[in-house]
T-cell receptor, first 114, second 113 residues
């Protein structure tokens, strides 16, 4: 299967700081990138969809100014959690998609905001 | 996208077949059935997908009923490493048709020795 990496794999930050999460598709080009988050003992929740070179489309209830998504190239997308608060502590997972529809998932980034 | 219904949890004995059911009674003609699984604290892993025919790969088999309103994922010889949450998702197959993978609660499969 395709290789997807996320960096960092875990991060602890202070409340009010910003955190950037990188997602790379290592052996394929992703025209579409999905970002999910997952709270403990819950399912994955889709946050936003982005296409390379375009602005992201956010799901209802997800603040676009708080979760900044950049999909500058076909192999790299970033999610920045701005002014993080403890309630933003979660498991963030990127999911690049090929044009034909195959969708893969990164290993996830665990964010803990103190 | 059509919603799916799965039992919240199942147990299976190691070495036995694990049969995970999924109901998707409102599936549309152009929607595929996808199965993913998530082992604790990891990203989801693709297992298999199908439209209307039964499918088999090295991981599992997917049996879709003739009316496409339900399906079953079969792990033929479950091992302890198959313990995970299994998600059944229906989605339009082609990316440029706006298909998204929307996760439900899934089935927590516990394989026991």
């Amino acid at each position: 299967g395709a290789v997807v990496s996320q960096h960092p794999s875990w991060v602890i930050c202070k409340s009010g700081t910003s955190v950037k999460i990188e997602c790379r598709s290592l052996d394929f080009q992703a025209t579409t990138m999905f970002w999910y988050r997952q709270f403990p003992k819950q399912s994955l929740m889709l946050m936003a969809t982005s296409n390379e070179g375009s602005k992201a489309t956010y799901e209802q209830g997800v603040e676009k100014d708080k979760f900044l998504i950049n999909h500058a190239s076909l192999t790299l997308s970033t999610l920045t959690v701005t002014s993080a608060h403890p309630e933003d502590s979660s498991f963030y997972i990127c999911s690049p998609q090929l044009p034909a529809g195959e969708q893969f998932f990164g290993p996830g980034t665990r964010l803990t905001v103190l | 996208d059509a919603k799916t219904t799965q039992p919240p949890s199942m147990d299976c004995a190691e070495g036995r077949a694990a049969n995970l059911p999924c109901n998707h009674s409102t599936i549309s003609g152009n929607e595929y059935v996808y199965w993913y699984r998530q082992i604790h604290s990891q990203g989801p892993q693709y297992i298999i997908h199908g439209l209307k025919n039964n499918e088999t790969n090295e991981m599992a088999s997917l049996i879709i009923t003739e009316d496409r309103k339900s399906s079953t994922l079969i792990l033929p010889h479950a091992t302890l490493r198959d313990t995970a949450v299994y998600y059944c998702i229906v989605r339009v197959g082609v990316a440029n048709q706006g298909g998204k993978l929307i996760f439900g609660q899934g089935t927590e499969l516990s394989v026991k020795p």
